[in-house]
Nanobody, 118 residues
Framework: QVQLIESGGGLVQAGGSLRLSCVAP????????MGWFRQAPGKDREFVAS????????YYSDSVKGRFTISRDNAKNTVYLQMNSLTPEDTAVYYC???????????WGQGTQVTVSS
């Protein structure tokens, strides 16, 4: 298991923005692809975004592409998820994750709640 610490969640009105942060151990952050998943009540966890070490390879789910941006600050061992134009459908617990071979559930953080009101 990897200790990943998410923060930045909260309550925001539709159309607003939030920035999530995830701090990872240096030995993990410097070696693997980092990403974000989310899980709404009663639904499976959904891939949101990922980025390699340099940030040159980024991937987004269709539902967030154009609205969310993933970035990495390697000096701080931190990955960010900038979320703009939020809608109520974005309401979920957001999890930081590391891809060690696969997106294994044991390598996800505890999650941070994002709630978007109408």
């Amino acid at each position: 298991q990897v200790q990943l610490i998410e923060s930045g969640g909260g309550l925001v009105q539709a159309g607003g923005s939030l920035r999530l942060s995830c701090v990872a151990p240096e030995r993990i952050f410097s070696s693997y692809v980092m990403g974000w998943f989310r899980q709404a009540p009663g639904k499976d966890r959904e891939f949101v975004a990922s980025a390699n070490w340099s940030g040159s390879a980024k991937y987004y789910s269709d539902s967030v592409k154009g609205r969310f941006t993933i970035s990495r600050d390697n000096a701080k061992n931190t990955v960010y998820l900038q979320m703009n134009s939020l809608t109520p459908e974005d309401t979920a617990v957001y999890y930081c994750a590391v891809k060690i071979g696969t997106w294994d559930a044991s390598n996800w953080g505890q999650g941070t709640q994002v709630t978007v009101s109408s």
